[in-house]
């Protein structure tokens, strides 16, 4: 009898918890009158997440995306350097473009994905987009990543993390908080890194730039966990981040 008492009381509390795990209310601030999302059938898929986000573009990038998605919708071949990858069933599409001229290589990769969450109420969409330039990885324009939710009764989908650490994606570089450039009274280059000051010349102050690290994100095509790299000229780390099936926590 005590066994089966302690059985029913941890699965009425594991029950309680997973029922209190949710997300902020005003993660969906949506306003009468606000589009909703248009797809046929039950759910949305990939495609029609992606229809969404470009369906206006108003940049470079979502200008660029807007057109190789055009010709991938439409069966025609892409511009040299461009590879479009559409996985509707495990939902994820990436863009790779690769530009080479007399003055410089580049590869800018955006991977836009989602996850159906444990509250059965919502997706979690992710966009991101890294940048490589002349042998290394820079933080771009648009580089990044960032979050929507998409409520899958009122279909409408809103940002809530431009970064994902609203999600429990955190990532520790080492160099938060870092202040550098040109000092016009002193006449001279700084880094402030740490609490610490360092006044130096222009030469030196360039290299400590190119030692910056550049966080790139690898977004799931199998499986469900952000795969997170920080790269240095020197090196790179990578960091796993586990999708509990409502946020995101670092593998252990």
């Not at 898929?45 to 660029?64: K, R, Y």
């Not at 990885?137 to 994902?164: C, E, H, I, P």
């Not at 609203?166 to 609490?195: H, M, P, R």
Request: net charge neutral; aromatic share 14%; charged share 25%.
């Amino acid at each position: 009898m005590k066994k089966t008492f302690f059985l029913v009381a941890a699965l009425l509390i594991c029950s309680a918890l997973s029922a209190q795990k949710t997300y902020p209310k005003d993660w969906e601030s949506y306003e009468d009158g606000d589009p909703q999302m248009t797809f046929k059938g039950k759910s949305p898929t990939i495609v029609d997440f992606v229809n969404n986000f470009l369906a206006e573009p108003e940049d470079e990038l979502f200008g660029g995306l807007s057109d190789m998605w055009e010709k991938y919708r439409k069966g025609k071949p892409q511009d040299k350097g461009d590879t479009v990858i559409v996985d509707i069933r495990n939902g994820y599409v990436c863009f790779k473009d690769h530009t080479e001229d007399s003055y410089a290589k580049s590869y800018s990769k955006t991977e836009i994905c989602y996850w159906n969450c444990s509250d059965g109420k919502h997706k979690l969409v992710a966009f991101s987009n890294d940048l490589w330039s002349d042998g290394k990885w820079v933080d771009g324009q648009y580089s990044g990543l960032s979050f929507y939710l998409y409520n899958n009764a009122k279909r409408g989908m809103t940002m809530v993390s431009n970064t994902g650490e609203e999600l429990g994606i955190v990532v520790k570089t080492g160099w938060e908080g870092e202040i550098s450039g040109y000092d016009a009274d002193n006449k001279t280059y700084f880094v402030q890194l740490n609490g610490k000051r360092k006044n130096m010349t222009q030469e030196e102050y360039h290299k400590f730039i190119d030692e910056r690290p550049v966080v790139t994100y690898s977004l799931p095509r199998t499986g469900k966990n952000m795969i997170v790299y920080i790269n240095t000229p020197s090196s790179r780390k990578k960091v796993i981040f586990e999708w509990d099936g409502m946020y995101f926590h670092p593998a252990k």
